[in-house]
């Protein structure tokens, strides 16, 4: 078994004016982070969670990896809140997956309510216990999964990396199988989407991990697209192990690396910004423009002053 396609795709909504989530899509690992906090701090917290996340994945190979991860994370978040009061009470979720191409399992380590689900045979488990307050009503018997998912608190999540010096990760590792999709997401997604749905989109994209993650975040903003959506889905198939040549400095955590062209987050986020017609890369061509107009003024000043 080997993991095949991958894809990841991150959309900021249609209520919010941030994208506060982030994600990492550098088989075997793969990561979403949720971030929380206002104004930039969300930003920050899931950026940094995922940088440190991905920088760390060359390395990570266990259980025990893939936990030391997400604690190095969280201690590089809370650090940071410590000494900038601007972003003073950051958070972010984390669900971090990491595939053993040999031993066929899939370890999870996952802070918060961004979720991992298995996509077999036409049906979707999910992997994960949502660290939310609903969540937590609902093991208790307080609230039913209908009540849960209207509910106003639904968004409140009861752990976060960044908030304590310390942080609980929930692990675990299941078996995975040739044929098998893996879904990461943000609550954007699920909060949005029913289970019976995702599994229907991810059936109806023929089991292509780029139309599924599209398919998703569109049902999500069809759905009202309150959250933020991110989703990060990715194929096992037959065949042999992959020999990969893991490079360390690698740029997919939303922050594409312009030079290389087989980054998976840049052609996501590069669709991202097209879609929505914004971001930071269109503010270029006019400055591009601006410049150009300054140095042809420039020219004209020197040319009428030496003929
Ligand atoms: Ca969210």
Redo the contacts with the bound molecule.
């Keep these: 078994m080997r993991i095949g396609r991958a894809a990841g795709l991150t959309d900021t909504g249609r209520r919010r004016r941030q994208n ?2 982030a994600f990492v899509c550098d088989p075997p690992l793969f990561a979403i982070a ?1 971030g929380m906090g206002g104004a930039q701090a969300g930003e920050l917290a899931s950026r940094l969670a995922a940088a440190a996340i991905e920088e760390a994945a060359s390395a990570v190979s266990d259980e025990e990896d893939v936990v030391g991860v997400v604690r190095a994370a969280n201690a590089l978040i809370f650090e940071r809140s410590l000494h900038d009061p601007a972003v003073a009470g950051m958070g972010t979720t984390a669900t971090v997956a990491l595939v053993d191409e040999r031993t066929e399992l899939l370890t999870l380590a996952h802070v918060g309510d961004s979720r991992a689900y298995r996509y077999r045979a036409g049906g979707l488990e999910q992997l994960t216990t949502d660290h939310s307050l609903v969540a937590e009503l609902v093991r208790s018997g307080r609230l039913t999964e209908a009540e849960a998912a209207v509910h106003p608190h639904r ?1 409140v999540i009861t752990r976060a990396l960044g908030t304590e010096a310390e942080v609980e990760v929930d692990t675990r590792t299941v078996e995975v199988a040739s044929g098998d999709l893996v879904v990461l997401c ?3 997604l699920s909060a949005m989407v029913r289970d019976d749905e995702i599994a229907r989109l991810i059936g109806a994209s023929d089991r292509d991990p780029h139309a599924a993650a599209e398919a998703l975040v569109h049902a999500a903003n069809e759905h009202g697209g309150d ?2 959506v991110t989703v990060v889905v990715f194929e096992l198939i037959e065949g042999e192990p992959a020999e990969r040549d893991r490079h360390a400095a690698e740029a997919t955590d939303g922050h594409p690396d312009p030079a290389d062209p087989d980054d998976v987050t840049r052609e996501s986020v590069l669709d991202d910004v097209n879609r929505h017609g914004a971001g930071k890369g269109s503010r270029w061509p006019a400055l591009l423009l601006v410049l150009a107009l300054l140095a042809i003024a420039a020219f004209a000043v020197w040319w009428s002053l030496v003929r």
Aim: hydrophobic fraction near 0%; charge should be negative.
């Design positions: 506060e989530d949720d968004s943000s609550d954007g959250d933020n």
